[in-house]
């Protein structure tokens, strides 16, 4: 099997300008493709997981990535699937998110040193804050405005969606600066491809379309299938936010608590778009269902983990979700929050003041009505008194794992 047709059965590709040339391309690892990322945070989120996957797998196939980090665009922002103008950032903080970003990419591609003898393939990252902070606006209207449709541009969903509440200036020249990324890789890395998520595709095409206008080349564009849970919603979402890849924002236990916890639905999916598992193992599992359901939903998980955070957070996050489901075991590695002497009143702190502080409920009135639903628990026995109170030393050690519902767990400790 081919990689472009490993790609299409993995349900990744959406739209493609010419799916003779990316076959022929990819396929022969002739690729110098690039994907962009707006450093709008200080960590990468499940979001950006389609886009790091296809780099990894192109890359193993010789082709080569170029990770965009828009520190340029990022300064007005996408408006693609908006309703809003998005938040302006200094240059510090956009300068700061790319480094973060390069960190956890390097997990899943490989990034050269540009040494005259180094293989086509690895990786460059490169800022288009370089060829954009410091243009000349009268020679950049004039020498590439000059090629963008104002009516053809209005056309685009991500212009549309803006229309109803008010498109700025500001946001209508995205298009065209995104258009002008793929100029300037085209002309200085020979980069010939570009693949973004399916709600890039017009940004994209004008791209292609400036390439043929001030060169004359072929260059190419293919989109990513977005994805989406079984009610067509993007994946990726908690109640608390979005689901990072940073440790610090999102923890090894919780990144594969989510996984374990997708809908039934979801699974096979999730594990053919976003796993190396190979097909034919993943073939196996679809016909699954009840317990051996559950066990694809931990093959899940742990495969993204280890992708994500290494084999030993991998192992940590699977035995601790066994050990709380087990009722035993070390719960250690499951994510925790700390009491302190101010937390106590009178040596005591109430169950409703444990789910407030562990940030399992956000207010004293939405813990009680957890209780009072039978949804709270602690150490596996149900507590269905919202007057139940708790002494320090029973958070001493490893403290208490408090749980409400089915998938929110904290392991409460004091010292």
């Not at 200080?42 to 979001?47: I, K, Q, R």
Request: glycine letters at 10%.
């Amino acid at each position: 099997m081919t990689v472009f047709e490993e790609l299409k059965e993995r349900g990744l590709l959406a739209q493609l300008t010419d799916e003779e040339e990316i076959k022929e391309l990819i396929n022969g690892g002739k690729a110098t493709f690039y994907i962009g990322f707006d450093p709008t945070a200080d960590s990468l989120h499940v979001g950006h997981f389609m886009a790091l996957c296809l780099m990894k797998r192109l890359q193993m196939a010789g082709n080569k990535p170029i990770a965009l980090i828009g520190g340029g665009t990022a300064m007005i922002g996408d408006p693609s699937g908006r309703s809003d103008l998005r938040t302006m950032m200094t240059r510090e903080t956009i300068d700061h998110n790319g480094e973060c970003f390069k960190k956890q990419m390097s997990r899943f591609i490989q990034f050269g040193e540009g040494g005259e003898n180094e293989d086509h393939s690895r990786a460059i990252m490169v800022n288009n804050a370089d060829w954009l902070r410091d243009l000349n606006y009268i020679e950049f209207i004039r020498d590439i405005g000059v090629h963008f449709s104002v009516n053809r541009m209005l056309t685009a969903e991500c212009y549309r969606q803006r229309m109803e509440k008010g498109l700025s200036f500001l946001e209508f020249n995205y298009m065209i600066m995104q258009s002008y990324d793929f100029l300037q890789l085209y002309e200085k890395y020979g980069c010939n491809m570009q693949f973004g998520g399916d709600d890039q595709w017009s940004n994209m095409l004008g791209g292609t379309e400036l390439i043929r206008r001030k060169l004359g080349k072929d260059a190419y564009a293919m989109t990513i299938t977005l994805l989406l849970n079984s009610e067509g919603k993007k994946m990726g979402k908690t109640q608390k936010g979005a689901v990072w890849l940073d440790p610090e924002k999102t923890s090894p236990y919780e990144f594969y608590q989510y996984w374990r916890n997708v809908a039934d639905a979801d699974v096979i999916k999730c594990l053919k778009m976003l796993t190396f598992l190979p097909l034919e193992q993943i073939r196996e599992m679809e016909g699954w269902e009840g317990s051996q359901l559950n066990r694809a939903k931990e093959i899940l998980a742990y495969e993204l983990t280890e992708l994500v955070h290494g084999k030993d957070e991998a192992e940590k996050a699977k035995e601790s979700a066994r050990a709380l489901f087990a009722g035993g075991g070390s719960a250690a590695d499951m994510p925790s929050c700390r009491l302190t002497e101010g937390d106590f009143r009178d040596g005591t702190v109430d169950i409703l003041d444990v789910l407030v502080k562990s940030g399992l409920c956000p207010s004293r009135s939405e813990a009680r009505r957890a209780v009072e639903q039978g949804g709270v628990t602690v150490e596996g026995e149900k507590v269905a008194d919202i007057r139940t109170l708790y002494r320090p030393e029973q958070f001493s050690g490893q403290g208490l794992v408090v749980r409400r519902g089915k998938k929110s767990y904290k392991r409460v400790y004091w010292e």
